[in-house]
Protein backbone atom coordinates (compact mmCIF):
# COMPACT_ATOMS: atom_id res chain seq x y z
CA UNK A 1 0.00 0.00 0.00
CA UNK A 2 1.65 3.47 -1.02
CA UNK A 3 1.71 6.19 1.37
CA UNK A 4 -1.13 8.24 -0.02
CA UNK A 5 -3.45 5.43 0.42
CA UNK A 6 -2.43 5.06 3.95
CA UNK A 7 -3.24 8.83 4.32
CA UNK A 8 -7.11 8.07 3.43
CA UNK A 9 -7.38 5.75 5.98
CA UNK A 10 -8.37 6.70 9.60
CA UNK A 11 -5.98 5.50 11.32
CA UNK A 12 -7.05 7.00 14.78
CA UNK A 13 -9.26 3.97 14.49
CA UNK A 14 -6.62 1.49 15.12
CA UNK A 15 -5.87 3.61 17.95
CA UNK A 16 -9.49 3.13 18.96
CA UNK A 17 -8.87 -0.98 18.27
CA UNK A 18 -6.01 -1.62 20.54
CA UNK A 19 -8.56 0.56 23.32
CA UNK A 20 -11.02 -1.46 23.19
CA UNK A 21 -8.73 -4.45 22.88
CA UNK A 22 -7.60 -3.16 26.35
CA UNK A 23 -11.03 -2.66 27.64
CA UNK A 24 -13.13 -5.27 26.68
CA UNK A 25 -16.00 -2.73 26.59
CA UNK A 26 -17.00 -0.53 24.53
CA UNK A 27 -18.29 1.78 27.48
CA UNK A 28 -14.79 1.51 29.04
CA UNK A 29 -13.22 2.42 26.08
CA UNK A 30 -15.70 5.19 25.38
CA UNK A 31 -14.67 6.59 28.97
CA UNK A 32 -10.94 6.30 28.10
CA UNK A 33 -11.22 8.11 24.26
CA UNK A 34 -13.27 10.73 25.73
CA UNK A 35 -16.23 10.14 23.39
CA UNK A 36 -20.13 8.69 24.19
CA UNK A 37 -21.02 5.09 23.80
CA UNK A 38 -22.79 5.75 20.60
CA UNK A 39 -19.42 7.30 19.18
CA UNK A 40 -17.53 4.64 20.70
CA UNK A 41 -20.64 2.22 18.60
CA UNK A 42 -19.81 3.75 15.29
CA UNK A 43 -16.14 3.68 15.32
CA UNK A 44 -16.58 0.43 16.11
CA UNK A 45 -19.04 0.17 13.06
CA UNK A 46 -16.12 1.68 11.33
CA UNK A 47 -13.49 -0.84 12.20
CA UNK A 48 -15.12 -3.48 11.32
CA UNK A 49 -15.52 -2.16 7.24
CA UNK A 50 -12.10 -0.94 7.54
CA UNK A 51 -11.15 -4.54 8.80
CA UNK A 52 -13.71 -6.76 7.00
CA UNK A 53 -13.86 -8.80 10.06
CA UNK A 54 -16.85 -8.49 13.15
CA UNK A 55 -13.60 -7.79 15.43
CA UNK A 56 -15.75 -8.92 18.68
CA UNK A 57 -18.50 -11.02 19.86
CA UNK A 58 -20.35 -10.08 22.92
CA UNK A 59 -20.57 -12.01 26.08
CA UNK A 60 -22.91 -10.42 28.52
CA UNK A 61 -21.13 -6.83 28.47
CA UNK A 62 -17.88 -8.10 27.61
CA UNK A 63 -16.61 -8.29 23.93
CA UNK A 64 -14.37 -11.25 22.79
CA UNK A 65 -12.08 -10.38 20.10
CA UNK A 66 -12.16 -12.07 16.94
CA UNK A 67 -8.71 -14.10 15.59
CA UNK A 68 -8.18 -11.26 13.36
CA UNK A 69 -8.35 -8.88 15.74
CA UNK A 70 -5.83 -10.82 18.15
CA UNK A 71 -3.45 -10.75 14.95
CA UNK A 72 -4.30 -7.12 14.74
CA UNK A 73 -3.12 -6.16 17.64
CA UNK A 74 0.02 -8.13 17.47
CA UNK A 75 0.78 -6.11 14.67
CA UNK A 76 0.30 -2.99 15.94
CA UNK A 77 2.46 -3.29 18.98
CA UNK A 78 5.61 -1.86 17.21
CA UNK A 79 4.64 0.61 15.06
CA UNK A 80 1.98 2.08 17.91
CA UNK A 81 5.50 1.97 20.35
CA UNK A 82 7.42 3.33 17.57
CA UNK A 83 4.48 6.54 17.54
CA UNK A 84 4.88 7.03 21.46
CA UNK A 85 8.26 7.18 21.11
CA UNK A 86 8.20 9.79 18.08
CA UNK A 87 5.81 11.84 20.04
CA UNK A 88 6.88 12.06 23.63
CA UNK A 89 10.16 13.98 23.35
CA UNK A 90 12.43 12.46 25.68
CA UNK A 91 14.98 14.83 27.65
CA UNK A 92 18.33 15.20 26.13
CA UNK A 93 20.92 13.27 27.14
CA UNK A 94 24.70 14.21 25.47
CA UNK A 95 26.46 11.55 27.01
CA UNK A 96 24.41 9.15 24.76
CA UNK A 97 24.17 11.82 21.78
CA UNK A 98 26.38 10.30 18.62
CA UNK A 99 25.65 12.45 16.32
CA UNK A 100 27.64 14.42 13.67
CA UNK A 101 27.42 18.56 13.86
CA UNK A 102 28.85 20.26 11.15
CA UNK A 103 29.97 24.15 12.18
CA UNK A 104 30.61 26.59 9.18
CA UNK A 105 33.20 29.13 11.17
CA UNK A 106 36.59 31.13 10.04
CA UNK A 107 40.10 30.58 11.44
CA UNK A 108 39.94 33.21 13.74
CA UNK A 109 36.83 31.19 15.38
CA UNK A 110 38.82 28.17 15.37
CA UNK A 111 42.11 29.58 16.62
CA UNK A 112 40.78 31.57 19.41
CA UNK A 113 37.04 30.77 20.58
CA UNK A 114 36.18 26.99 19.87
CA UNK A 115 38.99 25.43 21.56
CA UNK A 116 38.03 26.32 24.55
CA UNK A 117 34.58 24.87 24.26
CA UNK A 118 35.97 21.17 22.91
CA UNK A 119 36.94 20.51 25.87
CA UNK A 120 33.66 20.62 28.18
CA UNK A 121 31.70 19.46 24.59
CA UNK A 122 33.46 15.99 24.65
CA UNK A 123 33.86 15.58 28.17
CA UNK A 124 29.95 15.62 28.10
CA UNK A 125 29.28 13.89 24.73
CA UNK A 126 32.39 11.87 23.97
CA UNK A 127 30.37 9.95 21.60
CA UNK A 128 29.88 13.34 19.28
CA UNK A 129 31.73 14.31 16.13
CA UNK A 130 32.71 17.61 14.64
CA UNK A 131 33.19 18.54 11.59
CA UNK A 132 34.44 22.40 10.64
CA UNK A 133 33.72 24.68 7.11
CA UNK A 134 35.53 27.27 6.28
CA UNK A 135 32.42 30.31 6.38
CA UNK A 136 32.18 32.10 3.42
CA UNK A 137 30.06 35.33 4.67
CA UNK A 138 27.84 35.62 1.61
CA UNK A 139 26.56 32.09 1.34
CA UNK A 140 26.25 32.04 5.01
CA UNK A 141 22.17 31.36 4.19
CA UNK A 142 22.77 28.68 1.52
CA UNK A 143 25.68 26.92 4.01
CA UNK A 144 23.14 26.67 6.71
CA UNK A 145 19.97 26.02 4.76
CA UNK A 146 20.92 23.29 1.62
CA UNK A 147 24.89 23.05 2.25
CA UNK A 148 24.17 20.24 5.75
CA UNK A 149 25.76 23.12 8.02
CA UNK A 150 23.86 23.10 11.53
CA UNK A 151 25.52 26.59 12.89
CA UNK A 152 27.83 29.12 12.09
CA UNK A 153 30.37 31.04 14.18
CA UNK A 154 31.45 34.14 13.22
CA UNK A 155 31.00 38.26 13.01
CA UNK A 156 27.58 39.03 11.10
CA UNK A 157 28.93 41.24 8.44
CA UNK A 158 25.25 41.88 7.51
CA UNK A 159 21.63 40.64 8.28
CA UNK A 160 21.19 37.15 8.89
CA UNK A 161 17.25 37.05 8.49
CA UNK A 162 15.99 34.70 8.12
CA UNK A 163 18.16 32.78 10.39
CA UNK A 164 17.74 33.33 13.80
CA UNK A 165 21.25 34.39 15.86
CA UNK A 166 22.71 34.77 19.38
CA UNK A 167 25.53 37.00 20.24
CA UNK A 168 28.42 35.44 21.80
CA UNK A 169 29.80 38.74 23.20
CA UNK A 170 31.29 41.91 21.71
CA UNK A 171 35.23 41.76 20.86
CA UNK A 172 37.55 44.70 21.00
CA UNK A 173 40.50 44.97 18.92
CA UNK A 174 43.96 46.25 20.12
CA UNK A 175 47.77 46.36 18.83
CA UNK A 176 50.76 44.05 18.98
CA UNK A 177 54.07 45.36 18.89
CA UNK A 178 57.59 44.01 19.45
CA UNK A 179 59.46 44.82 22.95
CA UNK A 180 62.00 46.26 20.81
CA UNK A 181 59.96 48.62 18.66
CA UNK A 182 60.47 51.93 19.12
CA UNK A 183 56.71 52.60 20.95
CA UNK A 184 56.92 49.52 23.11
CA UNK A 185 57.39 51.37 26.42
CA UNK A 186 55.30 54.93 25.29
CA UNK A 187 51.55 55.74 24.95
CA UNK A 188 50.45 54.73 21.31
CA UNK A 189 49.11 57.82 19.33
CA UNK A 190 47.53 58.33 16.29
CA UNK A 191 50.26 59.87 14.81
CA UNK A 192 52.12 57.09 15.50
CA UNK A 193 49.58 54.56 14.66
CA UNK A 194 49.81 56.04 10.86
CA UNK A 195 53.38 56.72 10.34
CA UNK A 196 54.57 53.38 11.15
CA UNK A 197 54.41 50.29 8.98
CA UNK A 198 51.53 47.46 9.50
CA UNK A 199 50.88 44.21 8.97
CA UNK A 200 47.68 42.88 8.53
CA UNK A 201 46.32 39.41 9.31
CA UNK A 202 43.99 37.61 6.81
CA UNK A 203 42.22 35.44 9.67
CA UNK A 204 41.47 38.51 11.70
CA UNK A 205 38.04 38.22 10.20
CA UNK A 206 37.50 41.30 8.73
CA UNK A 207 39.25 43.99 11.15
CA UNK A 208 41.07 45.97 8.75
CA UNK A 209 37.66 47.00 6.88
CA UNK A 210 36.20 47.90 10.44
CA UNK A 211 39.71 49.71 11.46
CA UNK A 212 39.64 52.09 7.70
CA UNK A 213 35.69 52.23 8.41
CA UNK A 214 37.39 54.00 12.20
CA UNK A 215 39.98 55.88 10.16
CA UNK A 216 37.90 57.39 7.93
CA UNK A 217 39.37 60.93 7.14
CA UNK A 218 42.37 60.02 7.81
CA UNK A 219 45.46 59.00 5.89
CA UNK A 220 45.33 55.25 5.40
CA UNK A 221 47.94 52.98 7.81
CA UNK A 222 50.97 52.05 5.91
CA UNK A 223 50.40 48.57 4.93
CA UNK A 224 53.99 46.51 5.01
CA UNK A 225 52.71 43.19 5.12
CA UNK A 226 49.77 40.80 4.63
CA UNK A 227 49.79 37.43 6.21
CA UNK A 228 47.71 34.85 5.85
CA UNK A 229 48.82 33.47 9.63
CA UNK A 230 49.96 35.46 12.38
CA UNK A 231 53.07 33.40 13.16
CA UNK A 232 54.16 34.77 9.91
CA UNK A 233 53.64 38.50 10.69
CA UNK A 234 54.99 37.91 14.10
CA UNK A 235 58.57 36.38 12.58
CA UNK A 236 59.09 39.94 11.22
CA UNK A 237 58.89 42.06 14.14
CA UNK A 238 62.22 41.25 15.08
CA UNK A 239 63.46 42.87 12.11
CA UNK A 240 60.51 45.35 10.97
CA UNK A 241 59.04 47.58 13.64
CA UNK A 242 55.67 46.71 12.27
CA UNK A 243 52.29 47.39 14.23
CA UNK A 244 49.94 44.26 13.99
CA UNK A 245 46.54 45.15 14.88
CA UNK A 246 43.95 42.07 15.49
CA UNK A 247 41.06 41.03 18.16
CA UNK A 248 41.58 41.36 21.55
CA UNK A 249 41.21 37.89 22.59
CA UNK A 250 43.94 37.11 19.59
CA UNK A 251 45.66 39.28 21.17
CA UNK A 252 45.16 38.11 24.69
CA UNK A 253 46.56 34.64 23.39
CA UNK A 254 49.73 35.29 21.64
CA UNK A 255 50.87 38.26 23.68
CA UNK A 256 52.56 35.94 26.36
CA UNK A 257 53.24 33.32 24.52
CA UNK A 258 55.63 35.80 21.84
CA UNK A 259 56.43 37.67 24.96
CA UNK A 260 54.82 40.89 22.87
CA UNK A 261 53.52 44.39 24.15
CA UNK A 262 49.55 44.52 23.84
CA UNK A 263 48.81 48.39 23.11
CA UNK A 264 45.11 49.38 23.19
CA UNK A 265 44.14 51.38 19.62
CA UNK A 266 44.52 55.18 19.76
CA UNK A 267 41.39 56.20 18.22
CA UNK A 268 37.52 55.46 18.96
CA UNK A 269 36.60 51.92 17.94
CA UNK A 270 33.27 50.05 18.79
CA UNK A 271 33.39 46.36 19.32
CA UNK A 272 32.23 44.34 17.22
CA UNK A 273 29.54 41.35 17.87
CA UNK A 274 30.83 37.62 17.38
CA UNK A 275 27.24 35.63 17.42
CA UNK A 276 26.15 31.71 16.70
CA UNK A 277 23.83 31.74 13.76
CA UNK A 278 21.70 28.93 12.95
CA UNK A 279 18.94 27.89 11.06
CA UNK A 280 15.52 28.10 11.92
CA UNK A 281 14.71 24.54 11.81
CA UNK A 282 16.74 23.88 14.43
CA UNK A 283 15.39 25.79 16.78
CA UNK A 284 13.21 23.15 18.56
CA UNK A 285 16.27 20.14 18.26
CA UNK A 286 17.23 19.20 21.73
CA UNK A 287 20.76 18.06 20.45
CA UNK A 288 21.45 21.58 18.80
CA UNK A 289 19.82 23.34 21.83
CA UNK A 290 22.62 21.30 24.21
CA UNK A 291 25.30 22.35 21.94
CA UNK A 292 24.30 26.12 21.61
CA UNK A 293 23.91 26.52 25.11
CA UNK A 294 27.56 24.83 25.36
CA UNK A 295 28.75 27.41 23.38
CA UNK A 296 27.31 30.07 24.27
CA UNK A 297 28.32 29.51 27.76
CA UNK A 298 31.77 28.95 27.35
CA UNK A 299 32.82 31.32 24.20
CA UNK A 300 30.62 33.76 25.41
CA UNK A 301 32.53 33.55 29.37
CA UNK A 302 35.87 33.63 27.47
CA UNK A 303 35.32 36.53 24.70
CA UNK A 304 33.90 38.87 27.98
CA UNK A 305 36.64 37.98 30.24
CA UNK A 306 39.94 38.24 28.00
CA UNK A 307 39.47 42.02 28.18
CA UNK A 308 39.55 42.16 31.58
CA UNK A 309 42.22 39.69 32.17
CA UNK A 310 44.55 41.60 30.23
CA UNK A 311 43.82 44.66 32.11
CA UNK A 312 42.97 46.98 29.28
CA UNK A 313 39.05 46.77 30.37
Known sequence: MELEDIYRRDLNLLIALRVLLEEGSVSKAAIRLSLSQSAMSRVLGRLRNLTNDPLF????????????????????????????????????DPAKCAQKFKI???????????????????????????????????????????????????????????????????????????????????????????????????????????????????????LALRAYHLEAAIAMLDSLPLIITVPADLAYLVGDKHDLVIKPLPFEFKPFDYSLIWHPRSDHSASQIWLRNLIKEECGRLISSRIKDMGLG
Open 57 to 92: TRHGQQLIPTQKALELNQSLTVPLDALRTVLSPEEF
Open 104 to 222: ATTDYAMQTILPFALPRIYEEAPGLSLEFAPLHHEQLVRQLTTDGCDMAICRPTGRVDPLQSDTLGLVSVFCLVAKHHPLADKTLTLDDYLSYPHAVIAISDGVKALIDTALRGHPAPK
